[in-house]
DNA sequence: TACCAGAGGAG
DNA sequence: AAATCCTCTGGTA
C-alpha cells in the first residue's frame, strides 16, 4: 500500500511518538494527508514546504532541507558520459553553473537505454543560468528536465500523491504558521495511495461585492461586502449594517481583518472562488494594502500572491489549497455563458438572486438597511452558488488530482494536455525514462504547420427519416491506441515489420507495451472497474455520484491522449501517431458502414465513430437485426475496440454533416450542430428553429411548423418582440487589433473600445441590427442603445429566422413566401411608417 | 459571384 | 496552450 520512499523497513504510523533519538536529537513521526507543496528560500538554499492534514485532524507543516534541482545532460555521441561528467564537477564549472555534483546515469529513451549526465545543482534560482551554460558546452548535445518546477520535481521523485497519505519524520520546531505542528528537517519516509476524503475536507467560498458605476477599480471603488460560505452556513461581512446574516465590521478595513481571521481561525484547508484568480483576490489585496492592513491568508502567514500567467494570472495562497471555479466550469460544460448566474442556472436549473453592477452601487449608496440587507441577500446568493458549484465539481477534480498526481490547486487551473503531460512525466521518473523536452517555438510553428487527415464524415441522407438505429465505438481513439500500442516508443520498430500496420503504413511493435497505451490502459481499467461498481447502485445515492464524478475524471484524461499525441505543444508529440489513430478510426468505421451494409442497411449518417442505420421493417426487427450485426461487428473487431448499440429513433432529420436532429423512444430531442445550439444566433432565430425541429419531430406536422415561422415572423414584423428576442452574442477570439476583416461584433467591439469600453479577448460581444442602409456591423449596435422601434424586423425575418427554418421546412415544399406573407404588407407598413 | 476570415459546433 | 472536419455568415473585390 506505501510507497516506501527510503528504505523498505515496515512502519508502525503514530502521530508524533518520538521515532528515534540519534546523538540526541528526537525524531517524531507523523502520518497525514499531503495537501500542498511548495518551497521557500532561507539562506540561499531551498526549503521544501509540505503541509496538509493528520488522519485525526491536526494541521502540520513539515519542513525539507536536503531536496536540490537537478538537470540532465545528453552527450554527444563521440563523448564519454563519465567524461563529461567529470568536467562537469570541475571547480571552473561548478563556480559558473553552481553545479553541485555530476555523475552518469542510465535512462531509456524511446524504448533504448541511453547513458546520460545527471547534474545536481545548489538552487531552482540557478537552474536557468546552469542551463544555459551547459547547453554552450561543446560535448552537450542538449539538456533534459529543466523547466520542471522545484515543488513538482519533489512531489514526482519523492512519490508524493497529493490528498494521499505521507509518512514524515523530522523534529519538532516552534512555528509562526497557523499550523498545529510543524517538523523541521523533515523527510519523506513512506507515501500511499489512501486518499483524503474530499467530503472531509474543510471548505470555504467566498465572493467579494464592490460598488461602483463602472467597471470595478482597486484604487478607487471599495468593497462593500465579503460573503463567506462553509458546510455550517453563510455570514456576509460588511459595514455599517447588521441583521440577516450580515456582520458589521466597522469599516472596510475592519472587514477584510475579518475574513483573514475567518480564513486562518476557521482553519480552511480549501478556498473556492468564482473568478477569484483574476478579480476577487487580487482586488481585495489592493484593497488591504490601501487600508493598511495584510491579506494574510496563507498558512504561512504570507500575503496572497498574484502570479501571473500567458493568459489567465492566478492568485497563490500558501499552504492552503485554492481553486478558481471559472477555468474549472469552462472546461467541464460548453455553455454560452460563464457568468456565476448562467453557469448556477444551467448546472441547478435554479435562479439565483440577481443584481446588476450598478444596482450593487445604488444600494450600497442608500445605507438605507432593507437596501443593504437585498445587498447581502445577493451576496449570499452568490457565494452559496460558489459552494455549491464547488460541491459538484470536487470529487471529479479531486480523481484528476489522484490520476495525474498533481497538487489540486494545480490540476484546476491546468488544461487537459497539462494534465495528461504531467501524468506522463510523472509516469516517466517512475519508469526510468527521460522526459522529452518541449518544442522550441521554431519547433512549435513547424510541427504547427504538419496536419494530418482526421475523421470521416458520411454526408448524410437529408431530410426527414424514420426508425434510426445508432451505433458507436465505445472510446474509439483510446481503444485504437491501446489496441494497436500506438507509441513513439514502438512506432517501426525493428522487430514488428509488417505487423500490426495502420493504414498510413507505419507499423506498432507487437513485442514491447508502448508507454503511452500502458498508462491509458490503467486508466481505462480503473474507468471500467467503477463503472461496474456502479451498475448496481441507486443512481441518486452518494457512492453512485462519487463513483460518476471519478469516472468522468477518467473518461476525461483517456479522451485527452490523442489530441495530446497531435498537439504541437507537447513532449511526447508525434503526428505519425495521432495521423495513424485518426486513420485506424477511419478503417473501423468505414468497415462498420460496409459490413452494415452487407445485412441490407441502409446508412443514412456516420461521424468518426458513429454510424446511423436504418432498414424497411418494423421497429423491433430493426432493433433486433441492429444487435445481430452489432454481434457480427464484434466478432471482428481487435483489442478493446468495440461498437456499441447507442439508440433507437423513430424519426430524424438530417441537414448537413454534423446538422441533424433525432428524437428517441421517450421523447428525447438530441440536436447538433443546428442554429438552435449555437450561442452565435439570436434567441428568436434559435427558438422558431426549436419549435420546428419539435412540431416534425414530435408531432410530424410540417403545415403546423411552418405556422410556427409565421407567428415568429408575425410578431417581429409588429414589434411585439422583446429585445433579449434579438440579441446576437459574438465572442471575440482574438484581440481587437488583429482582425482582418470587419464581422459586426468586431465593429461593435471597434466602437465600444473607441468610447473607451475595453473590450478583451475572449469576450462575447451583445448587439442588436438596427434599421437603417448599409452593412449589418454599421448598424449592429449595443443593447442598451436600440429601442423596440429600432430593430431591423426584416433584417430579423430574412437573416435570423427564416435561414435556420427553411433549412428544415424546404425538404417538404415550402418556400419562404410561404412563411413570410407579411413580406409586401410589411413593406407598406414601412413606406407608410 | 466567388472567395476569404471568422465563429462555433461535432465527435 | 488537445486534434481535425464541417457549415454558415458577412464583408470585399
Redesign the pocket.
Known sequence: MFDLVHSPAVYQFHLLTPATELFGVVRSRLEGFVYEVDYVTQEGSPVIRIFGRTRDGSTFVALHRKFRPYIYCKPREDVDPDDLARRLVSAEVSERAHVTSASTVERSWLGKTIRVVRVDLDSPRNVRRARSFLESVPAVEDTYEKDILFKRRFIIDRCIHPLGLAVLEGQEAESDMHVDTALDDSDVVATSEVYTNPSELRVLAFDIEVASRAAPDATRDPVVMIGLADSSGTRILTYGTDGENLMDCGDERGMISTFVSTVQDGDYDLIVGYNSDSFDLPFLKKRASLNGVRLELGRDTSEVAYQP????GRSIIRGRMSIDLY?VVR?MV?L?SYTLSEVYKALFGEEKVELLPHEIHDLWSTKNPEALRRLGRYCASDVEATLRISREYLPTLVELSRQTKQLLSDVC??????MVEWLLVREAYRRGELVPNRPSEQEFHRRERE???????L?PKKGLLQDIVSL?FRS?YPAIIVTHNVDLSTIDCECCRGENVSPTGHHFCIKKRGFIPSILQALIDRRSQIKAEMAPMDPSSEPYKERDAMQRALKVLS??F???M?????RWYSKEC?ESV?AWGRYYIQRAIEMAKQDGFEVVYS????VFITREQSADALLDGAKQLLRRINEALPGVIELEFEDFYPRGFF??????ALINRSGRIV???LEA????WSPIAKETQRKVLETILRDGDPERAAQVVRDAIRRVAERRVSLDELVI??????SIH??????????VARRLASGGREVSRGE?IDYIVKRGGG????R?KPVGQVSPEDYDAE?YIK??IL??SM?ILSSFGFKEEDLRYYKSRQRTLFEFG
Open positions: 500567467g500567458s493568459i489567465l477555468p472546461r460548453n454560452p487551473r491546468m488544461g487537459n494536455s497539462q496536419t494530418y487527415v482526421g475523421g470521416f464524415v454526408e458507436d474509439l479522451n485527452s490523442y489530441g495530446y497531435g498537439y504541437p505543444r507537447a495521432a485518426a461521424d468518426t465513430d458513429s441537414v448537413s454533416k454534423k446538422r441533424y440536436t447538433r450542430g445550439v449555437r450561442r452565435d452574442s459574438t465572442r471575440m477570439t482574438k488583429s482582425y482582418e476583416a470587419e464581422a459586426p461584433h468586431v465593429a462575447a452593412k449589418v456591423g454599421d449592429a433584417y437573416s435570423q435561414p435556420p433549412r
